[in-house]
């Protein structure tokens, strides 16, 4: 099916695939361990549709790093 959404299941699965050559640091905590996926909303297409910061606390203009 041409154009079909197809999310991968991990952030590791982008480096396996060679969309990145690493799993990205997360700019707020330093480590690339910290990333929390955010899972599709479609239960027809399961996976990673997008990552929030790990990071704890709040921005200087007071938004939550894992609303970023």
């Known amino acids: ?3 079909a ?3 991968p299941s ?3 699965e982008l480096v396996t695939h060679k969309y990145f050559r ?3 640091v997360d700019p707020v905590t330093e480590s690339s361990l910290t990333w ?4 599709s ?6 996976g990673v549709a997008d990552i929030r910061s790990g ?4 921005t200087r203009e007071g938004v939550p790093y894992e609303q970023l």
């Open 1 to 3: 099916m041409k154009g």
């Open 5 to 7: 959404i197809i999310y």
């Open 10 to 12: 991990s952030l590791g």
């Open 22 to 24: 690493a799993v990205p």
């Open 36 to 39: 929390q996926p955010v899972a």
């Open 41 to 46: 909303g479609d239960p027809d297409k399961p």
């Open 55 to 58: 990071a704890r606390g709040k």
